[in-house]
């Protein structure tokens, strides 16, 4: 069974306007925490933001914020006044359990392209 | 300070050889992590590491194997490449919930 699901293959957005990337999960544990990665075209992969299942607010990081509604399982990322170097490909990903070493398992992607 | 540094950045295989990607970082993570990312995909898990000496299977170990000697170096060996193997690599290292990344090794089997 797919635990992270990204409906969105591909997005567009304008310039400067705020964008939403959906992003389902599906897990038993109570503990468990939500990232959402970057990947432009140059490959690597940047770390954007984090929710622990536990935190009551959500998470916000500058630009992006995390729109956390746990009974729904949704962990969606909010980029608000998009730029031009927001083009890239964007993974969710889930750490289930307490501990470190978890694994984290990665959604498909969603593929966001800004238009000047 | 290097983060992650993954060698070689690019290299083409043949079927049926043998190759090392070398990944090292010099944060003190005790958690490491190898994973592929075949084209338009998410990332999935080959092997991981607690610390020196322990290793572990991830999702899709097969065709792979991996050592730990020291906190340092997690290198990834692949034995008889095929090319179902052909995909980008990236190894990470973490404590807490935040994972680093390396760069990548993109890597072809014809």
């Known amino acids: 069974a797919q635990k992270i699901t990204q409906t969105q293959p591909g997005m567009f957005v304008q310039e400067k306007e705020a964008v939403t990337l959906d992003c389902t999960y599906d897990t038993s544990d109570q503990s468990y925490g939500l990232f959402w990665y970057k990947q432009p075209s140059s490959g690597e992969m940047i770390f954007l933001i984090y929710?622990?299942?536990?935190?009551?607010q959500n998470a916000t990081e500058g630009r992006y914020s995390l729109n956390f509604q746990k009974a729904r399982k949704s962990a969606n990322l909010v980029i608000s006044a998009s730029q031009l170097g927001d083009s890239a490909m964007y993974f969710c990903a889930m750490r289930e359990g307490r501990t470190s070493y978890d694994k984290v398992i990665f959604g498909p992607g969603t593929s966001l392209s800004v238009i000047p | 300070n290097a983060g992650v540094t993954q060698t070689p950045k690019f290299r083409i295989l043949k079927i049926g050889q043998s190759m090392t990607l070398q990944c090292a970082q010099d944060m003190n993570h005790n958690y490491m992590y190898w994973y592929r990312q075949d084209p338009g995909m998410g990332l999935k898990l080959i092997y991981y590491?607690?610390?020196?000496?322990?290793?572990d299977k991830g999702e899709v170990p097969n065709g792979y194997n991996v050592s730990r000697s020291t906190t340092e170096d997690f290198p990834l060996r692949l034995e008889l490449a095929a090319p179902s193997q052909t995909s980008v690599y990236f190894c990470a290292s973490s404590v807490g919930y935040g994972y680093t990344f390396g760069s990548g090794t993109r890597l072809t089997v014809v």
């Open positions: 929710q622990g299942s536990y935190d009551e």
């Open positions: 590491s607690v610390g020196a000496g322990i290793t």
